[in-house]
């Protein structure tokens, strides 16, 4: 039991992590990327083969934020006129077709069989030790990566990247570079996806790529929302509160033994549909709301249609 909870509290670090750079991309800059499991992937693939290379694995995870930041970044200038509901189309498209390279070039990425026996970092080292020398080590990049990311959204930079979110003319007006705010937030986002997918890699020693579907989206998206979409605290809240709803359902089995393995598969699936629902339909604003950046109160939701046109409510001021 204790070495389950272990891997648990591992991948609730690795959620954590994507959670944050969704925060960044969409919370802060109002960008919807519904890709962001294809850098999540490509940060796992980039670390995995440089560990294979014999590359140190500290390097192979600064390559894994590198690498999908640039890329980030690159996409953001491609895609600099879309907006909404069409940015995220074509973010979702983006992660698929990452998804596919992954899966046929096998010269390169094993195709469909993966990559398997990853190095992990002083395994042989610490035995016995290791999944808990692994848990704190994810657990202390998640806290690291929200503080750094605390410090960058309290200052100017992140009043600017919210200003962007909220009204990218206004904020052009204001003198606010608003292509390179946007710039710089996707690729921060990026970034912390290919972090956690190097985390990820390394952790289970296997990678493949129909782990990387579009239901961790979702899971990752559903967590955000459930914290509160623009809170980096919110982000830790919504993987724990996203990990306990996926593993409690686990357990389904016992309650109810006259459903198959596949209605329990499915049954998790389900969970996290009506978790989604509820939370849009009782609190929207999610558990830690938001904040007005003088006074400290809650913000309140403003009818008045924002750039993000992605359902969620829209905000005049806030964090």
């Avoid at 972090?195 to 493949?208: C, K, M, Q, R, V």
């Amino acid at each position: 039991m204790i070495s389950y909870l272990v891997f648990i509290g591992t991948l609730t670090a690795i959620y954590a992590m994507l959670s944050l750079g969704l925060v960044v991309s969409w919370g802060q800059a109002g960008m919807v990327n519904l890709g962001l499991v294809g850098f999540f992937g490509l940060g796992a693939y980039t670390s995995a083969l440089l560990s294979a290379a014999g590359v140190p694995i500290g390097l192979g995870w600064l390559a894994a934020i590198l690498l999908p930041a640039a890329i980030g970044v690159g996409f953001c200038l491609l895609t600099r006129t879309l907006r909404g509901d069409y940015l995220a189309i074509v973010t979702l498209g983006f992660g698929e077709g990452l998804r596919l390279v992954e899966l046929n070039e096998r010269w390169l990425t094993g195709g469909s069989d993966g990559i398997s026996g990853i190095r992990a970092p002083l395994k042989d080292v610490l035995g016995s030790l290791y999944p808990w020398a692994y848990l704190l080590a994810a657990w202390a990049m998640v806290l690291a990566a929200a503080w750094v990311l605390n410090r960058m959204l309290s200052n100017p930079f992140g009043r600017a990247l919210r200003s962007v979110r909220d009204d990218e003319s206004v904020a052009a007006v204001a003198g606010k570079s608003v292509l390179r705010l946007k710039c710089q937030a996707f690729g921060m986002g990026a970034g912390l996806f290919g972090l956690a997918g190097a985390l990820y890699g390394h952790f289970t020693s296997y990678i493949a790529p129909d782990i990387f579907v579009v239901q961790l989206t979702i899971y990752i998206f559903l967590a955000v929302t459930a914290g509160g979409y623009s809170r980096l605290a919110g982000a830790i809240f919504g993987a724990f509160a996203v990990m306990t709803i996926l593993e409690s359902s686990r357990f389904a089995a016992e309650l109810l033994p006259s459903l198959s393995a596949v209605q329990i598969a499915s049954l998790r699936e389900f969970s996290i549909a009506v978790a989604l629902i509820i939370i849009m339909q009782v609190r929207p604003q999610g558990m830690f709301g938001l904040r007005n950046d003088r006074s400290g109160v809650p913000a309140t939701p403003s009818t008045v249609p924002g750039p993000a046109a992605s359902g969620r409510p829209q905000m005049r001021t806030g964090r």
